[in-house]
T-cell receptor, first 111, second 113 residues
Framework: GNSVTQMEGPVTLSEEAFLTINCTYTATGYPSLFWYVQYPGEGLQLLLKATKADDKGSNKGFEATYRKETTSFHLEKGSVQVSDSAVYFCALTGANSKLTFGKGITLSVRP | NAGVTQTPKFQVLKTGQSMTLQCAQDMNHEYMSWYRQDPGMGLRLIHYSVGAGITDQGEVPNGYNVSRSTTEDFPLRLLSAAPSQTSVYFC????????????FGQGTRLTVV
C-alpha cells in the first residue's frame, strides 16, 4: 500500500533561518503529492501540491519538487517567520482519492 | 462560503455512551472522509465515501459507523465510546481525482472518560 515517511521532529529554528523538512513516499502508479499545514487549534489546509514528476509546488515562500527518481517531496523555505510555526504534513493521493499522511512535524520559530 | 463544517468542537463522553459527530460541506464534493489525529500517529483514515449511498472502511474503522444519505452530509457515529477513542477528529471533502485538494473542518476534540 501507499505510505509517507517524514523526518522526525520537532524542529526549532530562529527567525530568518532556512527550513528543510524531508518527505519520502512509497506508492504504486503516479500519485499526487501534497504538503498540508495545521496552525494551532485549526484544521489542516493545503500549503502546496504537485501532480507529476518534476513539478514544483510553491506557496507563501515554501517550495517542494516532485522527485520521482528519489521518491521525495522535500519542503523548503529560505527564510522562516514566527508565523510559520505550525504542524506540517506530507501526503499523497492515488487514483482512488484517498489521502495517505505522514506523521507530521511540528515547527517552532523563535523571534 | 462555509466549506466544511464540523460539530461539535468539543465533547466529553462517558465510556459506553454513543454520539454522532456531524460533518457538512457546501462545495458539492463527491468524496468525504473522516480522520482521527493522535500524537505521533499523524492522521489515520476511519471511513470514507465517494458519493451518496456509498461508504467504505479506512485504516481504523472499528467502533465507528458512517452513512451518506446526501452529498452534503457525512456523520460519524461512535457506537459505544471507549477511552481509546479519545482523539481529535477531522472531516474532509474533495472532488474525486488524484490531484484534488482536500478541505478540512476545524476538528472535534473528543474525550472519553
Amino acid at each position: 500500500g501507499n505510505s509517507v515517511t517524514q523526518m522526525e521532529g520537532p524542529v526549532t529554528l530562529s527567525e530568518e533561518a532556512f527550513l528543510t523538512i524531508n518527505c519520502t513516499y512509497t506508492a504504486t502508479g503516479y500519485p499526487s503529492l501534497f504538503w498540508y499545514v495545521q496552525y494551532p487549534g485549526e484544521g489542516l489546509q493545503l500549503l502546496l501540491k504537485a501532480t507529476k514528476a518534476d513539478d514544483k509546488g510553491s506557496n507563501k515562500g515554501f517550495e517542494a519538487t516532485y522527485r520521482k527518481e528519489t521518491t521525495s517531496f522535500h519542503l523548503e523555505k529560505g527564510s522562516v517567520q514566527v508565523s510559520d510555526s505550525a504542524v506540517y504534513f506530507c501526503a499523497l493521493t492515488g487514483a482512488n482519492s484517498k489521502l495517505t499522511f505522514g506523521k507530521g512535524i511540528t515547527l517552532s520559530v523563535r523571534p | 462560503n462555509a466549506g466544511v463544517t464540523q460539530t461539535p468542537k468539543f465533547q466529553v463522553l462517558k465510556t459506553g455512551q454513543s454520539m454522532t459527530l456531524q460533518c457538512a460541506q457546501d462545495m458539492n464534493h463527491e468524496y468525504m472522509s473522516w480522520y482521527r489525529q493522535d500524537p505521533g500517529m499523524g492522521l489515520r483514515l476511519i471511513h470514507y465515501s465517494v458519493g451518496a449511498g456509498i461508504t467504505d472502511q479506512g485504516e481504523v474503522p472499528n467502533g465507528y459507523n458512517v452513512s451518506r444519505s446526501t452529498t452534503e452530509d457525512f456523520p460519524l457515529r461512535l457506537l459505544s465510546a471507549a477511552p481509546s477513542q479519545t482523539s481529535v477528529y477531522f472531516c474532509a471533502s474533495s472532488l474525486i481525482g488524484t490531484g484534488a485538494m482536500a478541505f478540512f473542518g476545524q476538528g472535534t476534540r473528543l474525550t472519553v472518560v
